[in-house]
C-alpha cells in the first residue's frame, strides 16, 4: 500500500521559510503527477502547486513565492516556502497520481490518488 509522509512544518514568523518534504513508501515519483495542496480550518482544501510532464503549476496566491521540486534519487519532492504570510497558515498535504492515470486537472484534489496526512504550517504576523 503507498503512503505519503509529509514533514517540515511548524511555526515561523511572517516573511520567513519554511521547506516542506515528501516521501512515498511503496512507489516511487519518478513517473507520477505530484501536487501539494492546503487546508486552512473551516475551509476546502485547495491546489498549492503542482509538477506533472516536468512542469510546475502554481496557484495565483503563492506564485513567485513557492516551489516545487522533486529528486528522484531521493525520491523526494519538496515545497519550498519563502516570504511566508500569515494566510499561508494551513495544513499542508502531499497528493500523488500515476503519470499515465493523470488527465491534466492538476489543480484538482479529485486527480489524486495518493494523499499524505499532512503537516501544520503557522505563520505568525
Known amino acids: 500500500q503507498v503512503q505519503l509522509v509529509e514533514s517540515g512544518g511548524g511555526l515561523v514568523q511572517a516573511g520567513g521559510s519554511l521547506r516542506l518534504s515528501c516521501i512515498p513508501s511503496g512507489r516511487t515519483f519518478s513517473n507520477d503527477a505530484m501536487g501539494w495542496f492546503r487546508q486552512a480550518p473551516g475551509k476546502e482544501r485547495v491546489f498549492v502547486a503542482a509538477?506533472?510532464?516536468?512542469?510546475?503549476y502554481y496557484a495565483d496566491s503563492v506564485k513567485g513565492r513557492f516551489t516545487i521540486s522533486v529528486d528522484n534519487a531521493k525520491n523526494t519532492v519538496y515545497l519550498q516556502m519563502n516570504s511566508l504570510k500569515p494566510e499561508d497558515t494551513a495544513v499542508y498535504y502531499c497528493?500523488?497520481?500515476?503519470?499515465?492515470?493523470?488527465?491534466?486537472?492538476?489543480?484538482?484534489?479529485?486527480?489524486?490518488?495518493?494523499w499524505g496526512q499532512g503537516t501544520q504550517v503557522t505563520v505568525s504576523s
Open positions: 497528493a500523488a497520481v500515476p503519470q499515465s492515470y493523470y488527465s491534466g486537472s492538476y489543480y484538482s484534489a479529485r486527480e489524486y490518488w495518493y
Open positions: 509538477r506533472a510532464g516536468g512542469s510546475p
